[in-house]
């Protein structure tokens, strides 16, 4: 009897030993193809790792975690203070973990020959107060506007960096962000908002560079040697139930973002985002190390 008990202890051990923790982290449209392509390498190293990445917008996978549907959150945002207040009520101790930074880059059609615009110009243009591109300096002709939805974390970014107040209603509003870039490149007066990652060897649109009202001068989003001075950057944060994450069932979970802060530079690169510095890595680094 004795011996059928312990082999059936041994076949419960080998199972879990077998067993592929699951963790779906969702969230955040300008993060999706990012954390794939993270994850992606990821569980080539570990391939007992079940990690799915999904998207709907930073708001949705906010909501999610507040529900405790999820544990990790993806937001191009930070959290809101009713959010905070909402995981607060529902007992959730929370970390916001930047991974990296990303630019917004402002889109036109590439047959339009607007090459540079200010803060003001797009906060006008997109309060429908300038309705022709002649008024920005381009040629005569109707400026479609393209943005995302209330749920997305882009939509909030943008809203409170340049408009500080609210869109036209003529916006269109789209579901995506490779929904806004297909749009523009087929709408000769077309302009949108989108994180670089998604313009990426895109034909039909380019980006129009931005005036850093600090000291007067216009950078483009695909100038490496300038990104800091770029005016439209923004932190992508992981938002993680802390308890969960430091505890043992959150290893899947935490071992990946180590990993992605000591290993992940380069993926971020690629898919066309900006890494941390070394010092910030390190911070989040000692802050996931019991």
Not at 13 to 39: H, P, Q, W, Y
Not at 210 to 215: G, R, T, Y
Request: net charge positive; hydrophobic share 40%.
């Amino acid at each position: 009897m004795k011996k059928i008990i312990s082999l059936i202890f041994i076949i419960f051990l080998i199972f879990l030993a077998c067993r592929k923790e699951s963790v779906i982290i969702k969230g955040s449209d300008t993060m999706v193809n990012l954390v794939s392509a993270l994850v992606e390498a990821y569980i080539k190293e570990h391939p007992r790792a079940d990690i799915t990445v999904m998207g709907g917008g930073s708001g949705v996978g906010i909501a999610s975690l507040i529900n405790k549907e999820i544990k990790c959150a993806n937001s191009s945002r930070d959290l809101k203070e009713e959010e905070k207040e909402k995981l607060k009520a529902n007992g959730i101790n929370y970390l916001e973990i930047p991974i990296g930074y990303d630019l917004l880059a402002i889109i036109v059609n590439e047959k339009n020959p607007i090459e540079s615009l200010t803060i003001a110009q797009l906060k006008d243009i997109y309060q429908r107060k300038v309705k022709d591109w002649k008024e920005a300096g381009g040629l005569s002709g109707e400026i479609s506007l393209y943005g995302r939805n209330p749920a997305s974390g882009t939509y909030e970014f943008f809203k409170e960096i340049v408009l500080k107040g609210d869109y036209s209603p003529e916006m269109k509003q789209m579901a995506g962000t490779a929904a806004i870039v297909d749009a523009v490149s087929q709408d000769i007066g077309g302009i949108g908002y989108v994180g670089i990652g998604y313009i990426k060897d895109v034909k039909g649109i380019k980006t129009v560079k931005i005036k850093n009202e600090k000291d007067g001068k216009y950078y483009s989003p695909l100038d490496k040697e300038n990104l800091k001075n770029y005016p439209l950057s923004r932190p992508l944060y992981h938002i993680v139930d802390r308890d969960y994450l430091l505890s043992p069932k959150g290893k899947v979970l935490k071992d990946f973002i180590k990993w992605e802060l000591e290993k992940g530079d380069k993926i971020i690169e690629e898919v066309g985002f900006v890494p941390l510095t070394q010092l910030e890595k390190e911070k989040i680094l000692k802050e996931l190390s019991p």
